[in-house]
C-alpha cells in the first residue's frame, strides 16, 4: 500500500503482468463489498513486460473498481483476462453494467468527468497517460443494450535494448 502513494521516480523493470494484476485485484477486493467476485483468465506464458509496476497497479485497481461500481447490483459479474496480441500484452477488464452512454464517451478519459457522487474522475485521465507513456494505450469498448464496457489495456512487447528482468 505505501508504494502507491510515495513520492518516488518512475522505473521500468521487465515483469510479469499476471502477479501484478493478481496483487491489484486483492488490494481492490480488500476495499470492497465483501463477497465480490472477480473472475480472472490469465494467459499462461506472457512474455515479460518493461513497466513500472505501481504504476500499472494503479491502472488495474482504477479499472476494476470503476467495474465494481459499475456492475449489475444484484449479479455483480466482473472478468478480468490477460492475452497476448501480435505486439503487445492485453489486459481487459468487462463488468455486467449498463455500459457507457454515447454521450458520455467524448469526455471519458479527460479529467474531471465522473458520474459518481464521490468520484473525482481522475481514474480514467491517469490510466491512459500511464498506458501511453509506457508506449501502450487504453481504450475501451463502450457495450450498452445488455452489454456492459470492456476497457483494453494494452502494453508493447519489450524491446531488446529494455531493463534486464527483476
Ligand atoms: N465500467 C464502466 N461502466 C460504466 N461507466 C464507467 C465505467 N468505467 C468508468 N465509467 C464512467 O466513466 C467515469 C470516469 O471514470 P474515472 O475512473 O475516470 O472516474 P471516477 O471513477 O468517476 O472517479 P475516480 O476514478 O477519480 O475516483 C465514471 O464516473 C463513470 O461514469
Ligand atoms: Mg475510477
Known amino acids: 500500500m505505501r508504494h502507491f502513494v510515495e513520492k518516488r521516480d518512475p522505473v521500468r523493470h521487465l515483469l510479469d503482468l499476471n502477479p501484478l494484476v493478481t496483487e491489484a485485484i486483492d488490494l481492490t477486493l480488500l476495499a470492497s463489498r ?97 498506458a501511453q507513456t509506457h508506449g501502450g494505450d487504453l481504450k475501451v469498448d463502450p457495450g450498452g443494450n445488455g452489454r456492459g464496457a470492456c476497457f483494453t489495456l494494452q502494453l508493447p512487447l519489450p524491446s531488446p535494448a529494455s531493463s534486464d528482468r527483476q
Open 34 to 130: 465483501p463477497g465480490t467476485k472477480i473472475t480472472r483468465t490469465f494467459a499462461q506464458g506472457l512474455p515479460p513486460v518493461a513497466v513500472d509496476a505501481v504504476q500499472i497497479q494503479q491502472v488495474v485497481v482504477n479499472l476494476v473498481r470503476n467495474a465494481i461500481d459499475a456492475a449489475n447490483a444484484d449479479f455483480p459479474d466482473v472478468r478480468v483476462a490477460t492475452g497476448l496480441a501480435d505486439d503487445s500484452v492485453l489486459m481487459t477488464v468487462e463488468d455486467n453494467g449498463p455500459g457507457i452512454p454515447a454521450e458520455s464517451m467524448p469526455d471519458l478519459f479527460k479529467a474531471f468527468s465522473s458520474s459518481k457522487g464521490s468520484g473525482l474522475g481522475l481514474g480514467l485521465a491517469i490510466s491512459r497517460t500511464i
